[in-house]
C-alpha cells in the first residue's frame, strides 16, 4: 500500500504518504517553489549523515540548499537552537520568500516548524518526518513549538506546513527503540479511535518494522481528528490520551536521567497510568498492561504529579484529561482530583518487569 503515493488534506496541508524514492519533493519544489531562496534543509546529525544524502541523491532541485544543523536530541529542542538556526538564515540572506525543509524526527519538525513561523513573521517550511513518531504524529497537523527549561512544548503555534511528505524509506536507518517510540504514538491513535486497529496490534507480529503497516491508518485517524479541531478547541484534545502524565515523566527524565526516555517510552507509561485512571473514572471495563517498565521512587513520583500540573490542558489549577470510555472511544475534559495521578504513578511503578533497554 505504501508502494503507491497516497495524497489527502490534513486541515488544508497537503501530505503526501508512501512512493518508492523520496521524489515528490523534486516535482513540489519545482511547481510550487520554483522562486524561494535560499532553500534550507534543517537536519541533526543523524539525519544529515542518513536521510540527507538520500534526499539530495533524488532531488536535484536540492543542489544550491543550504544545511542547517541542530543537535540531536529533545533537551536542544529549545530558544537557544531557534537563535542559532535564526543567526544563520540572517547571515545567508533568509527571508519571508525563503524554504525551510525539516527533514528528521519529531524535534526537528517542532523546532524548524516554530524557527521558519516566526522567521521575518512567518516563512514557508516542509516537513519530511524521518522517525516513526514524526511520521504518524508530530509532522502532521501544525503544532509547532520549543521546550522551556525542560517543561514540554511551553512556547509554540499552530503553523501549517506547505506540505508533509511521508517516505517510510527513511526507516531503515532508524534504531529499533526509535521505531518503539513511533508505535507507542500508533498505539495511542488505535486506542482512541479504533478498537479494531489495537486489536490488530495486539495480535500481531512486534517486528521493529511491521510497524510500517500501521503508518498510513495511524495518519487517517490523526487527519480525521486535527481536520475537524485544528486548533484543538475540543475534539483534538483526545490525541492527548497518555501525554499529561506522558510530558511529566519524559520532563522528569529529561532532568534526572543520563540517557532520558524517548518521547514514545514516556507516553506509553503515561498511557499505562491514564488506563488506570480509565478505569476508576472514564468507565474502561480492562486495563491494559502491555508496556514496559520505568522504575519510579516515592520522591521521582511527587515530582512528576507536580510537573503535571504544566499540561496544557489543565484550567485553573485544575487536572483535565483526555481518557479511555472504552478501547477505541477516548473522551477529553475529565476532571481528575490529584491524588488519582499519584495512585496511577504509584500504580505503574509497582511493576516488577525491567524496561526494555
Ligand atoms: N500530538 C498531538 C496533537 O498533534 O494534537
Same mark, same amino acid.
Given at each position: 500500500m505504501l508502494a503507491d503515493l497516497n495524497e489527502f488534506q490534513i486541515a488544508g496541508c497537503p501530505v503526501r504518504v508512501g512512493g518508492s524514492s523520496p521524489e515528490a519533493l523534486q516535482q513540489l519544489?519545482?511547481?510550487?517553489?520554483?522562486?524561494?531562496?535560499?532553500?534550507?534543509?534543517l537536519t541533526d546529525s543523524n539525519t544529515r549523515k542518513h536521510c540527507y544524502p538520500v534526499l539530495q541523491r533524488h532531488v536535484p532541485a536540492l543542489s544550491e540548499a543550504i544545511c542547517l544543523e541542530a543537535e540531536a536530541g529533545e533537551?536542544?529542542?529549545?530558544?537557544?537552537?531557534?537563535?542559532?538556526?535564526?543567526?544563520?538564515?540572517?547571515?545567508?540572506?533568509?527571508?519571508?520568500?525563503?524554504?525551510?525543509?525539516?527533514?528528521?524526527?519529531?524535534?526537528?519538525?517542532? #523546532?524548524? %516548524?516554530? =524557527?521558519?513561523?516566526?522567521? $521575518?513573521?512567518?516563512?514557508?517550511?516542509?516537513?519530511?518526518?524521518?522517525?516513526?513518531?514524526a511520521m504518524v504524529d508530530a509532522s502532521l497537523g501544525g503544532k509547532t513549538?520549543?521546550?522551556?527549561?525542560?517543561?514540554?512544548?511551553?512556547?509554540?503555534?499552530?503553523?501549517?506546513?506547505?506540505?508533509?511528505?511521508?517516505?517510510?524509506?527513511?526507516?531503515?536507518?532508524?534504531?529499533?527503540?526509535?521505531? #518503539?517510540? %513511533?508505535? =507507542?504514538?500508533?498505539?495511542? $491513535?488505535?486506542?482512541i479511535a479504533d478498537a479494531g486497529m489495537w486489536d490488530k496490534i495486539v495480535k500481531g507480529s512486534k517486528e521493529p518494522l511491521l510497524w510500517k503497516e500501521y503508518i498510513?491508518?495511524?495518519?487517517?485517524?490523526?487527519?480525521?481528528?486535527?481536520?475537524?479541531?485544528?486548533?484543538?478547541?475540543?475534539?483534538?484534545?483526545l490525541l492527548n490520551f497518555?501525554?499529561?502524565?506522558g510530558h511529566a515523566i519524559e520532563t522528569w527524565s529529561l532532568r534526572n536521567d543520563a540517557i532520558p526516555l524517548t518521547h514514545g517510552e514516556a507516553v506509553a507509561a503515561g498511557m499505562v497510568c491514564e488506563t488506570r485512571i480509565s478505569a476508576q473514572i472514564a468507565g474502561l471495563p480492562a486495563e491494559d498492561r502491555r508496556f514496559g517498565h520505568y522504575p519510579m521512587n516515592e520522591d521521582a513520583i511527587a515530582s512528576i504529579a507536580r510537573l503535571s500540573v504544566y499540561d496544557k490542558k489543565n484550567r485553573n489549577g485544575k487536572h483535565l484529561l483526555s481518557l479511555l470510555r472504552s478501547v477505541g472511544q477516548?473522551?477529553?475534559?475529565?476532571?481528575?482530583?490529584?491524588?488519582?495521578?499519584?495512585?496511577?504513578?504509584?500504580?505503574?511503578?509497582?511493576?516488577?518487569q525491567s524496561f526494555f533497554y
Open positions: 519544489l519545482l511547481s510550487q517553489f520554483m522562486g524561494n531562496s535560499p532553500v534550507y534543509v533537551q536542544n529542542k529549545t530558544l537557544q537552537t531557534c537563535e542559532r538556526i535564526w543567526m544563520q538564515m540572517a547571515e545567508s540572506g533568509g527571508n519571508r520568500n525563503s524554504l525551510l525543509i525539516n527533514l528528521g524526527g519529531g524535534v526537528i519538525t517542532d #523546532l524548524g %516548524g516554530f =524557527a521558519a513561523s516566526v522567521f $521575518h513573521r512567518g516563512m514557508p517550511f516542509i516537513n519530511i518526518p524521518t522517525t516513526l513518531m513549538g520549543v521546550d522551556l527549561h525542560g517543561l514540554k512544548n511551553q512556547i509554540g503555534l499552530f503553523a501549517n506546513p506547505a506540505a508533509i511528505l511521508v517516505w517510510p524509506g527513511f526507516l531503515d536507518t532508524l534504531p529499533e527503540r526509535e521505531i #518503539l517510540s %513511533g508505535a =507507542a504514538e500508533i498505539c495511542k $491513535h488505535a486506542l498510513l491508518p495511524a495518519i487517517k485517524i490523526k487527519t480525521g481528528i486535527v481536520s475537524s479541531d485544528p486548533l484543538e478547541q475540543g475534539s483534538r484534545r497518555g501525554h499529561t502524565l477516548a473522551a477529553d475534559g475529565i476532571p481528575c482530583e490529584p491524588r488519582l495521578i499519584a495512585e496511577s504513578l504509584r500504580f505503574y511503578a509497582s511493576y516488577t
